[in-house]
């Protein structure tokens, strides 16, 4: 599903962060990333969402060369093929719950009424349709991450990313997140997971691989 | 102070928000420099130039037939100070290259240095002053002739015009070299008079009879009067836009400034976890605010001061006085505004940010004060706008101040461009009006050279083509109560044909009866329907009042009522449908009757001044709130660039993100329009006739009803266009914005 191909990513200075990096993802898989700071997972992860463009290389998601795609066909992309969870979740804080949630399919122009009764799914599925009305910060962080997730699901994509999903969350939430993590592998969701957290990417991933300097130091 | 500093350098970094507060400032100070300066210009316009010209309080000329040049120099003991004797002659001139305009009479003063001498310091306003024979220096207002130009004399040889001035006294209609107003022929002497006690008609009057019989003069009152005509029908106008001007340059000054501090303080909370304290904080805050809004005052004085050169000298030729150099008072007074603005707009900013908790200081800037705007979100999100456009919508209710700054400077700016439109239409309509007999006929036959062509009129109802006509001329008519006789104008034929605007009544249907102006109606203290007695003439029975354009006594009847009077006719003719004017026109020239096509005259020259007096200022003050506008939405979008960024990562694209920054604009376009257009609407319903009742004239309810419905929702969606205008640069920035880096902003 994924195919990375010698992809290097350099910034000012010409400091490589992805040097020469080879990756391929199979459909239904969930691959963590493992790697100290600044060893390039987030770059890869950003490539792949189609947020950043590779300095070399190809980046093929589901027959389609991410790399070369504009900003607004790699919007349409995203909203197509990609679910995003972010380590600080980024929800509106001044949307509710339900509101954020619906965001994904609003902006791709879905039909109200079934976007409604996908997000009604998503948060019961979620546990937090109790939330629907709330605003984003007067959940837990816990609670806060399950909405990104629910959002980051909306318009069923075929690829969820998660950069650090549990790094902002304490112990509990973290378990939390990462059994919600879990079913939808188990369901069949392909995941990368970008993760500092080795008993995560253990619990989780299907295979892990470990970034050191922008290449692959084991897969 | 080293923490003052980075905090101070945090705002310097970010490059695009300091421009448009520099730009915002700038602009916001030049409209400053111009109000003030038309605000200045407005005040006293007469008593400013003829001191500053020491303009003549008495003007006389002394025949040569009756009086010698040393007679007329001994005069001058008569006065505190005094100049002449200056040569006068009068030349019957054309200016060559222009067909069909008639000789006419030019008078000009023979004086060696006109700007030099002790009364009566003539402005030089474009070209130089005449230093040979075959020039002339002619006065702006009499002819409209440009330096360059070639006037023919009626016997032969030319006279080059070489400038252009303006004497606030109105001594000459011409100035050229005292050798050549001797070469012209002089007709007389010129002497040009101030004296310590001037201020009233006896006094003048007693100064006018010490001169002796042999004198005719002018005094400075009328003048005066004639002047203060002018000036009333102006400054309303102007001191409106002067004003409207100050309060936007404050409006958006003052948005800038606290707009500046809003968006420093997470910066500031940092630096308030790393020590700082908040005496540095409001320090800092102020010092941020005050850099970028010097910077845009001293760029804003410079350009104030270098477009203040046209709008001077429109404003000059508007009162018929001299421009007004840069004033010094003007621009300190606006550097010191801006300061004492961005200052008090600034200080509640800042010294909220210095009482605001660390912890609280560092979280603003990411997210919106919780619970604002959060009702419009839920029903936006309702709405079946699409999602950009609903969440653009939404978005200005979480910043309700900053929505009030900007919706006040959108509805300053319609105001303006709705005063300024109505004004133009108005003066358009006062002009048409104004110019009724001309425009109501096909064709205009004058008077022959030395008949008084009555005789005229036989020819035009026998030439083939004639459909209606009627004849007028001029008459003084003395009426009772009335110092001087009333310009007339008496009328044969179907006079009504002329079409004059009648503010009451009807127009006259018989001998006997008179429509008059405003202006007699007030210095007679009749109505219509009263009858006014006078030498010379029955008494006149008042049937109507009919607008005209002026300020003058004015009295329309039909020549039979004044029995006796021999007046030069110029005729009227409107043509049979079908009849070729060339063709017509040619047949009266074969019997000896000068005749032209009938056409409006080309806008006079103060509608002129007043067209690109108005653009000018509107332009200015749109300007200035798109500035407004742009610099809110710039600070806006700033504040929400990481909000921006998670939702381009969740599928929102450049397009989609340029339409949610501009409808982040549309309720303050559309409520700010909605409010703007009513304000323009009263200002130009106050200012037009407060302008004609400054001058003695009452309008025509058509020229002050010029707002057509469909042009008040034109100018009410206006507001929005403004408003999207303002945002659509930011809009751009925002679409550009790459996720990844937006995500990454703090």
């Not at chain 1, 599903?1 to 199979?26: F, K, P, Q, T």
């Not at chain 1, 059994?179 to 997971?193: A, E, P, Y």
């Not at chain 2, 102070?1 to 448009?20: D, L, Y």
Request: proline share 5%; net charge neutral; glycine share 10%.
């Amino acid at each position: 599903m994924i195919d990375v191909v010698d992809v290097s990513r350099r910034y000012e200075g010409d400091r490589a962060a992805l040097d020469h990096l080879s990756l391929e993802v199979a459909e239904g898989e969930c691959l963590a990333l493992l790697g100290p700071s600044g060893s390039g997972k987030s770059t890869l992860l950003n490539l792949i969402a189609g947020l950043d463009r590779p300095t070399e290389g190809s980046v093929t998601v589901g027959g389609t060369r991410v790399d070369r795609l504009g900003e607004a066909a790699a919007a349409r992309y995203r909203r197509a093929t990609i679910g995003l969870v972010f380590q600080f979740f980024n929800l509106l804080d001044d949307l509710t719950v339900l509101d954020n949630v619906l965001l994904p399919a609003q902006i791709a122009g879905r039909p109200a009424g079934a976007s409604r009764r996908r997000a009604g799914e998503l948060l019961e599925t979620l546990g937090i349709d109790r939330h629907a009305g709330a605003y984003p910060g007067r959940l837990s962080g816990g609670e806060r991450q399950r909405v990104a997730v629910a959002r980051a699901l909306m318009n069923r994509p075929p690829l969820l990313l998660a950069d650090e999903p549990t790094g902002a969350l304490d112990t509990a939430s973290g378990a939390e997140v990462r059994k919600l993590l879990i079913d939808l592998h188990t369901d069949g969701q392909t995941i990368v997971l970008v993760t500092h957290d080795e008993v995560l990417a253990e619990a989780v991933a299907t295979r892990t691989v470990r970034l050191v300097d922008g290449r692959v130091a084991t897969a | 102070m080293s923490a003052v500093r980075t905090v101070v350098r945090g705002a310097q970094r970010r490059r695009v928000s300091t421009i448009v507060i520099v730009a915002a400032t700038a602009m916001a100070v030049t409209a400053t420099v111009l109000a003030g300066l038309l605000l200045a210009a407005s005040s006293a316009p007469f008593a400013t130039a003829f001191a500053g010209q020491r303009g003549a309080h008495l003007t006389a000329f002394f025949d040569a037939s009756t009086t010698t040049s040393e007679q007329a120099a001994a005069t001058a003991s008569q006065a505190e100070r005094a100049a002449g004797p200056f040569p006068v002659a009068t030349a019957a001139v054309r200016p060559e290259g222009l067909p069909g305009i008639p000789f006419m009479d030019l008078r000009v003063a023979g004086r060696a240095d006109p700007a030099r001498d002790p009364v009566d310091k003539v402005t030089l306003l474009s070209g130089r002053w005449a230093r040979a024979t075959g020039e002339v220096v002619v006065a702006r207002g009499h002819l409209r002739i440009p330096p360059g130009s070639v006037l023919r004399l009626k016997d032969g040889p030319t006279l080059r015009v070489v400038g252009e001035a303006r004497s606030i006294s109105q001594t000459s209609q011409g100035w050229v070299t005292p050798d050549q107003a001797t070469a012209l022929g002089p007709a007389g002497w010129q002497m040009l008079y101030r004296y310590a006690d001037a201020g009233t008609e006896a006094a003048m009057s007693a100064h006018q009879a010490a001169l002796g019989p042999n004198a005719r003069t002018q005094s400075w009152l009328g003048v005066r009067a004639d002047a203060a005509h002018r000036t009333q029908l102006f400054v309303p106008l102007l001191s409106a836009f002067g004003l409207i001007g100050l309060a936007l340059a404050a409006l958006v000054i003052g948005n800038v400034a606290a707009g500046t501090v809003a968006s420093a303080t997470r910066r500031i909370g940092v630096m308030k976890a790393l020590g700082l304290t908040p005496a540095q904080v409001v320090r800092a805050c102020l010092v941020q605010a005050l850099i970028p809004g010097m910077i845009g005052a001293v760029l804003g004085i410079v350009a104030g001061d270098l477009l203040a050169v046209p709008l001077t000298a429109d404003v000059a030729d508007l009162f018929g006085t001299v421009p007004m150099s840069v004033t010094p008072w003007v621009d300190a007074a606006a550097i010191v505004a801006a300061v004492l603005v961005i200052s008090a707009t600034a200080a509640p900013a800042a010294w909220r940010a210095a009482r605001l908790r660390t912890v609280d200081a560092l979280a603003v800037g990411r997210t919106p004060l919780s619970g604002r705007g959060r009702r419009a979100a839920r029903l936006a999100g309702r709405s079946r706008l699409p999602r950009p456009l609903s969440l653009g919508l939404a978005q200005p209710f979480t910043r309700p101040a900053r929505l009030v700054a900007m919706l006040l400077t959108i509805a300053f700016g319609t105001a303006a461009a709705t005063f300024a439109i109505g004004l133009a239409s108005s003066l358009r309509l006062v002009q048409a009006a104004d110019q009724k007999p001309a425009t109501s006929a096909d064709v205009v036959v004058y008077p022959g050279p030395d008949g008084i062509g009555t005789d005229a009129g036989a020819v035009i109802a026998a030439t083939p083509g004639t459909g209606s006509y009627y004849g007028r001329g001029p008459a003084d008519i003395t009426i009772d109560g009335l110092r001087e006789a009333a310009h007339g104008t008496v009328t044969t034929g179907d006079a009504g044909a002329a079409g004059y605007e009648m503010l009451d009544g009807r127009w006259y249907a018989a001998p006997g009866e008179v429509v008059v102006t405003t202006g007699l109606l007030t210095a007679t203290g009749k109505h219509v329907g009263d009858t006014v007695t006078g030498a010379g003439h029955e008494p006149f029975t008042i049937v109507g009042e009919v607008f005209d354009g002026s300020a003058n006594n004015h009295l329309y009847t039909d020549v039979a009522s004044m029995p006796g009077l021999r007046s030069p006719f110029e005729w009227y003719v409107k043509l049979t449908p079908g009849t070729d004017r060339a063709a017509y026109l040619d047949s009266l020239t074969s019997r000896h009757l000068e005749a032209q096509a009938s056409e409006a005259e080309s806008a006079d020259g103060t509608l002129i001044v007043l067209d690109s007096l108005t653009a000018l200022l509107t332009a200015l003050l749109v300007s200035v709130a798109a500035l407004g506008v742009l610099n809110a939405v710039v600070l806006d979008s700033r504040d929400r660039v990481h909000d921006i960024g998670v939702q381009k990562s969740i599928g929102m694209t450049p397009k989609q993100t340029a339409v949610m920054v501009i409808a982040s604009v549309g309720v303050a376009g559309l409520i700010g329009g909605a409010a703007g257009v009513p304000a323009g609407y009263l200002v130009h319903h106050w200012a037009v006739p407060a302008m004609a009742r400054g001058a003695g004239i009452r309008l025509p309810g058509s020229t002050i009803d010029v707002y057509a419905p469909a042009l008040l929702l034109t100018l009410a969606l206006a507001g929005l266009i403004l408003a999207a205008a303002g945002a659509l640069l930011p809009a751009g920035w925002a679409a550009r914005t790459r996720t990844a880096v937006a995500l990454r902003t703090e």
